[in-house]
């Protein structure tokens, strides 16, 4: 019912449905929460779990050289399919064997770009579908999202807010913190998922000067798509308002 689609997919983004994306051949599928609670699936990582590779070398794959099949599914046009040779990061200079594997995040890559992928050569994953499959048919690393800027200089540099509902203790942990921006990272980074997000202008940011560090390819979210933040104990002078009229 998903047209084929590989065993191993990564989660590109979650609505009402869950959409999934094949990294070995840019074929997606959404699925619905009837069909999901039907046949539930678990992943292999969280994204604390990603580790980050630098790219070494990048081919994109043509049509022709695509897998093709009968009753495949539909195939993205959004994303570019390609090989990639990656390195851990931390190994860049200590190991110069690259790893090969193919991914779905080739309109976003070149050469010298960070990228965080699961290391499933050597990964302790316990998965029984994992277990079944022949070595074969798994890949040595599965590139998940392109990595930008450091994540401290990304808050730094961040002029907007989110609002959430006060009274909640647990939200001001260190995890809950470190989700929170890796989710307004994901809204900057994808366009079409902030388009149903109320995102306000943060007026009590300090403006951050650009330095040799930044990223010119690090993705903003624009002055334009920004709400300004009005007190509701303020007139529109941004004056205390006056008492109320009975």
Do not use: M
């Given at each position: 019912s998903l047209g084929g689609i590989g065993l191993i997919c990564v989660v590109n983004k979650v609505s009402q449905n869950v959409h999934l994306i094949d990294p070995d051949?840019?074929?997606?599928?959404?699925i619905n929460a009837t069909t999901y609670f039907k046949m539930p699936f678990t992943s292999l990582c969280r994204?604390?779990?990603?580790?980050?590779?630098?790219?070494?070398?990048?081919?994109?794959?043509?049509?022709?050289?695509?897998?093709?099949?009968?009753?495949?599914?539909?195939?993205?046009?959004?994303?570019?399919?390609?090989?990639?040779?990656?390195?851990?990061?931390?190994?860049?200079?200590?190991?110069?064997?690259?790893?090969?594997?193919?991914?779905?995040?080739?309109?976003?890559?070149?050469?010298?770009?960070?990228?965080?992928?699961?290391?499933?050569?050597?990964?302790?994953?316990?998965?029984?579908?994992?277990?079944?499959?022949?070595?074969?048919?798994?890949?040595?690393?599965?590139?998940?999202?392109k990595h930008y800027a450091d994540k401290t200089l990304r808050n730094r540099k961040r002029r907007w807010k989110l609002k959430h509902m006060e009274g909640f203790p647990h939200m001001d942990t260190e995890s809950c913190n470190d989700e929170y921006a890796d989710f307004a990272a994901d809204l900057e980074e994808d366009a079409q998922m902030r388009q149903n997000v109320n995102i306000y202008r943060d007026t009590a940011k300090i403006p951050?000067?650009?330095?040799?560090?930044?990223?010119?390819?690090?993705?903003?979210?624009?002055?334009?798509e920004m709400l300004e933040d009005l007190d509701i104990g303020a007139d529109a002078t941004g004056e205390e308002g006056g008492g109320m009229i009975e």
């Open positions: 051949s840019c074929q997606f599928a959404e994204q604390r779990d990603l580790v980050e590779y630098t790219v070494i070398n990048i081919e994109h794959i043509n049509n022709k050289e695509r897998k093709n099949f009968s009753g495949q599914g539909k195939i993205s046009q959004k994303h570019i399919l390609a090989d990639c040779w990656v390195v851990k990061t931390s190994d860049l200079g200590v190991d110069d064997n690259p790893v090969h594997c193919r991914t779905f995040l080739g309109h976003l890559l070149n050469i010298g770009d960070s990228v965080l992928g699961l290391d499933l050569k050597n990964s302790n994953v316990n998965n029984q579908e994992l277990e079944q499959l022949t070595t074969d048919k798994i890949p040595d690393v599965v590139l998940v999202k951050v000067q650009s330095g040799e560090d930044d990223d010119p390819e690090c993705p903003q979210i624009t002055l334009a």
